[in-house]
């Protein structure tokens, strides 16, 4: 077996991994992210939102980058958890988004701070690398925790785009709350999959890829407990909006998820915890080995 | 070794996706195999088995490993689908299993071929290699396919044995049976449980532990799309077995997913079509 057949084994393997959830998301994904540009804009100013942003500079810093005079390509970059950082330590940084809602964000700080930032709003799923001069013009492309590099064709752009370092992260696994297990079993009466969580495994795709085709990128795992407290109303709505993406709910199971999460709550509130692997890499685009 | 922060790190997400549920005792898995080894023994010299040797021998051959004059551990060998051909080409080969019933096959073959195969009747899971005098003896230990090496203790205790090459085989998705699938949700109610069909990155778990830890294994993965046949009655004993970890099934249920294997299997034979994909990987110790 040639080496090209191993790697197309590889990439059928990771096709076979994606549900329908990819495919579903492609409606209305822009809303998805308007909806949650708000709250995602929230972790650029907390500290703990800082301190991870800390922790992807200091491992980029690590494998030799330097943001000072660095041209910055950031896929997904939402409302600019790394794209202002990035600018702020002297890179001139084009953030793309499908999302307005999270590039208005962006926009707002770079305009505060006078910050070196070209905000984009694009689908990287469909963008044309050629024509909006994207190919190899960057010293650092990021995906960071993104939908926008799914599969092995915008792996590949991305790639296209960077003349030395990519990083990517991604999910390891996520344990998922208790309740989407219990809801996921007993009212929609469906299998979970609970060993991988949604999305589960996903860092571990684009990396086996990369490790096949000569590539031998520095890792890091991290692991966090994440802990989160909601109004039990607002906490059923999503879930119920999540879970729809893979399993319709009928109104009598919505219903039953509502109840659900009202008599879990105390004092109003819904209290979720997870435990979430995440994994990242950087990488150099000329480095096969 | 050295497990920095970043391998412990992947150990606990590792330890965290496997199932909390599967520790079964040594005799119940002993006699599991022991059922199974007509099955397995049947087909030991088939075209299949001995395409599938030929492509180990060679991947191996890639890395560097010769089996003439080397000493083996084959662990969870079976009927000895492996250690046959390694002791054919000259190995002095270890095979260690859970079940009598497969070593009992194998030594009959090695025996009639004046093989060196010494078999060892031993849980792999909680061997005491020191007691054994197995650690850092070997060449090669190889693993392929089996539930033997199953978490980072098991695999951590197989890499102790080998003085050189370590060899390790395992599915990294199986995608499920569709006709199989229809008849849960219609008798059941409900998805088929993924837990026990492996959709998630299996072999990923042990290759990252190597690759954050410094290991550069060789890697191949391969798909297979192959039907199998069992006779009706086995599958859907063995589907109410693998259901009955998970909750009780009630004699109703039970009734009714052995008359779907029934009415599925017109000649008496169930044929399942799950496609699978894998991976094998070889890596130096030292």
New interface residues.
């Given amino acids: 077996?040639t080496q090209k057949d191993?790697v197309a084994?590889?990439i059928?393997?990771w096709k076979?991994?994606m549900g329908k959830r990819e495919k579903k998301m492609e409606v209305g994904q822009a809303d998805f992210w308007n909806k949650r540009s708000d709250e995602f804009a929230q972790h650029l100013t907390d500290t703990k939102g800082r301190k991870r942003a800390g922790e992807i500079l200091g491992f980029l810093e690590e494998t030799g980058f330097r943001a000072k005079g660095a041209r910055v390509l950031d896929l997904g970059c939402g409302p600019g958890t790394l794209s202002i950082p990035l600018a702020r330590a002297g890179a001139d940084v084009t953030s793309l988004d499908i999302a307005s809602g999270m590039l208005d964000h962006l926009k707002e700080t770079a305009k505060k701070e006078d910050l070196p930032i070209n905000a984009l709003e694009c689908s990287w799923w469909t963008a044309d690398i050629d024509k909006l001069g994207f190919r190899s013009r960057f010293d650092l492309v990021l995906a960071s925790m993104t939908p926008a590099v799914k599969d092995v064709e915008t792996l590949d752009r991305m790639m296209a785009c960077s003349k030395k370092y990519c990083y990517y992260s991604n999910f390891?696994?996520r344990?998922g709350d208790r309740a989407h297990r219990e809801l996921l079993?007993t009212i929609l009466?469906?299998?979970?999959?609970h060993?991988?969580g949604p999305g589960?495994?996903a860092m571990?795709?684009p990396?086996?890829y990369l490790?096949?085709k000569g590539y031998?990128p520095d890792?890091?795992?991290?692991?966090r407990r994440w802990k989160e407290e909601q109004n039990w109303a607002e906490a059923a709505e999503r879930t119920i909006e999540f879970l729809s993406h893979e399993h319709p709910c009928n109104a009598a199971a919505k219903k039953k998820i509502l109840a659900y999460y009202e008599q879990a709550a105390k004092d109003g509130k819904y209290r979720m915890q997870s435990?979430v692997?995440t994994g990242m890499m950087v990488w150099t685009v000329n480095g096969r080995k | 070794m050295i497990r920095n922060e970043n391998a412990g790190c992947w150990v606990d997400c590792w330890n965290a996706v496997l199932p909390k549920s599967g520790n079964v005792p040594d005799e119940v898995q002993a006699a599991r195999w022991n059922e199974r080894a007509d099955h397995f023994a049947r087909n030991i010299e088939g075209e299949r088995r001995q395409k599938k040797a030929a492509e180990v021998l060679a991947f191996l051959g890639e890395a560097g490993f010769s089996p003439q004059g080397s000493k083996i551990l084959d662990i969870g060998c079976g009927p000895g689908t492996l250690s046959l051909p390694f002791a054919r080409a000259g190995a002095e080969v270890t095979s260690l299993d859970i079940s009598s019933g497969m070593l009992g096959r194998l030594k009959e073959i090695a025996e009639n071929e004046a093989l060196r195969i010494e078999t060892l009747e031993c849980s792999w899971w909680t061997a005491d290699i020191d007691a054994l005098g197995l650690r850092n003896r070997f060449d090669l230990v190889f693993a392929s396919s089996t539930p033997a090496v199953k978490d980072v203790e098991t695999f951590d205790r197989m890499m102790a044995c080998s003085r050189n090459y370590c060899y390790y085989s395992g599915f990294v998705r199986r995608n499920p049976d569709t006709a199989r699938s229809e008849m849960f949700r219609k008798i059941l109610g409900r998805e088929e449980d993924p837990h026990g069909r492996m959709t998630g990155p299996g072999l990923l778990y042990p290759f990252m532990y190597l690759y954050t830890m410094g290991y550069r294994p060789l890697i191949r993965f391969g798909r297979n799309a192959r039907a199998r046949e069992h006779d009706w009655p086995e599958a859907a004993e063995h589907t109410i077995e693998s259901q009955g970890n998970r909750q009780e099934l009630s004699e109703e249920s039970r009734e009714k997913i052995r008359e779907w294997y029934k009415n599925a299997s017109p000649d008496g034979k169930y044929r399942s079509g799950s496609e699978m994909f894998s991976g094998m990987m070889i890596w130096n110790v030292r």
């Fill in positions: 077996m191993n084994s590889w059928d393997c076979a991994s390891l696994q344990g079993s009466k469906k299998g979970t999959d060993h991988h589960g495994g571990l795709y990396f086996m490790y096949l031998r890792v890091k795992i991290s692991h435990d692997y």
